[in-house]
């Protein structure tokens, strides 16, 4: 999937933004301070603020240690993305988060619009950057900001929406009026496929800190729902999950199983057996419990009222690819492998290593892009290692690691690895601080949460069938187990 994911905000509707920010200006600026774009929407500030910034935040960056700086009555809020800075500037005592909030949504409307958004995409789209910057803020309070509306009227020949051609060529200029003010900014209402299909992917990262006595210090999941929607009309849907509240809600009603509380319509279509087709029979995912979801932040195009009152995800979708929620969980988290280390230091000239690693998720699962990074002495001078199982593995004197790249790592298997690390002497010794060994990896269709998503139904008044899919996959956040 080729999409912008920047750091992630809870994303409301944005006319919530007016209440609490107000900007009175933009700037763009290179990675070495120059002014790309600059763009004056009050009267409070002058242009000359833009050297400010420059000089008080750009010229020392290691200086700069949070994303505010308010200098005299004048606040900027910054964020850097690969070499620029985009920086909005205030008179007011603006909302921080809905500020950061527009310029990740600025910074994920160029990268739609160019394909990547850096200083040489700037130079070449200045004037469409600038007819943006017109639309989406207005006297410095920010507008509609979703792509698909603004690819209807902010073109060029060489950037130009396929939506946009169908409604210069079928559609009234009152339609793309209704577009960017109606209730459903995020999605067209003549959007039509011959093929209604809707693919849901679970991605989760596990997080784990593992004491050298193997206490578990830390471990929880940070997971997020990425769906892509090709689905005709105005479709209404409806997501469900093995919500720990949702669940005991249901049992507390008695009204049966979980298989029998699906909809008759659902089972008709075929969409249960799809998405069993892709994830049912699988080890890691839908072992029958339930999971208490934390933390749940949506996409703005979720009905928040009613998953506050009774847990139900409804939203109509947008059209291609979208984050629908992000989740955290911190309760009985499956932990896709267990290391076993031991070190040995032998005296000041040499250093031995058993690492023993154990896949934990079902023996019908794989792990791929498997990589072990297991940290060396700063003045080790030769290793020799001998891997026991799979994998191969080298050591990389410029990382101060043994590298162990595995590139299929089968369910309920183990492999070993061991190796004799040479030490040089040190005119200055140093004590080695041993930093712990990180894993990498992927693991498709295990969550580590034990999430499944029970359904997701389509309701649309052309009642056409669709067909569903989903896809779990769990890979390595910060996994960590000390020495």
């Known amino acids: ?255 049966g199983s979980t298989a029998a509380r699906i909809d008759a319509d659902d089972m008709a279509s075929g969409s249960v057996r799809r998405l069993g087709a892709r994830a049912g029979g699988m080890g890691g995912v839908g072992d029958g419990e339930s999971v208490e979801i934390a933390d749940c932040q949506f996409h703005q195009c979720v009905r928040l009222g009613r998953f506050d009152t009774d847990r139900t995800i409804s939203f109509i979708p947008p059209d291609g690819e979208f984050e629908l929620m992000r989740y955290r969980t911190t309760d009985n988290v499956n932990l896709p492998f267990k290391v076993l280390p031991v070190v040995r230091e032998l005296g000041k000239t040499r250093v031995e290593y058993e690492v023993l690693v154990k896949s934990n998720f079902s023996g019908k699962l794989s792990a791929s892009n498997m990589a072990v990074r297991i940290p060396t002495p700063p003045n080790a001078t030769k290793c020799r290692i001998k891997v026991a199982g799979t994998g191969k593995a080298k050591y990389i004197p410029e990382e101060n690691a043994i590298v162990w790249k595995i590139s299929r790592f089968q369910g309920l298997q183990e492999a070993s690895l061991t190796a004799v690390v040479d030490l040089t002497h040190m005119s200055k010794p140093v004590p080695w601080v041993r930093p712990p060994i990180n894993l990498d990896f992927q693991v498709l269709m295990f969550t580590a949460s034990g999430l499944l998503v029970r359904f997701l139904k389509v309701f649309e008044k052309a009642n056409y069938q669709s067909v569903k899919w989903v896809r779990y996959m769990t890979k390595a956040g910060s996994y960590e187990i000390r020495i």
Request: charge should be neutral; proline fraction near 3%; hydrophobic fraction near 40%.
């Open 1 to 255: 999937m080729s999409v912008f994911k920047p750091q992630w905000i809870p994303k409301g509707n944005l006319d919530t933004l007016n209440s609490g920010a107000m900007i009175s200006a933009v700037f763009i600026y290179s990675q070495k301070g120059e002014v790309l774009i600059s763009r004056l929407y009050r009267h409070d500030v002058k242009r000359s603020v833009a050297d400010v910034f420059r000089v008080h935040v750009i010229a020392s960056p290691a200086e700069i240690r949070s994303p505010v700086t308010t200098l005299g009555s004048t606040s900027f809020f910054h964020i850097r993305y690969d070499n620029l800075w985009l920086c909005a500037v205030t008179k007011n005592n603006s909302n921080a988060a809905l500020v950061f909030e527009f310029l990740y949504r600025l910074l994920g409307l160029g990268v739609s619009y160019f394909g990547r958004f850096d200083e040489e995409a700037v130079k070449n789209n200045f004037v469409l950057i600038y007819e943006l910057l017109d639309e989406v803020l207005d006297f410095g309070y920010p507008q509609n900001i979703e792509v698909d509306t603004l690819k209807l009227y902010v073109t060029t020949e060489s950037i130009r929406s396929k939506s946009s051609v169908v409604v210069d060529l079928q559609k009234p200029p009152q339609s793309i009026t209704m577009q960017a003010t109606g209730a459903t900014t995020w999605r067209r209402n003549d959007i039509f496929y011959k093929k209604n299909e809707a693919f849901v992917d679970v991605i989760e990262s596990v997080n784990l800190i593992l004491s050298a006595k193997g206490t578990v210090l830390r471990a929880d999941v940070q997971g997020q729902i990425v769906m892509r929607s090709f689905l005709s009309g105005m479709p209404e849907c409806k997501f469900g999950l093995n919500d720990k509240l949702v669940l005991d809600r249901e049992s507390s009603n008695n009204k």
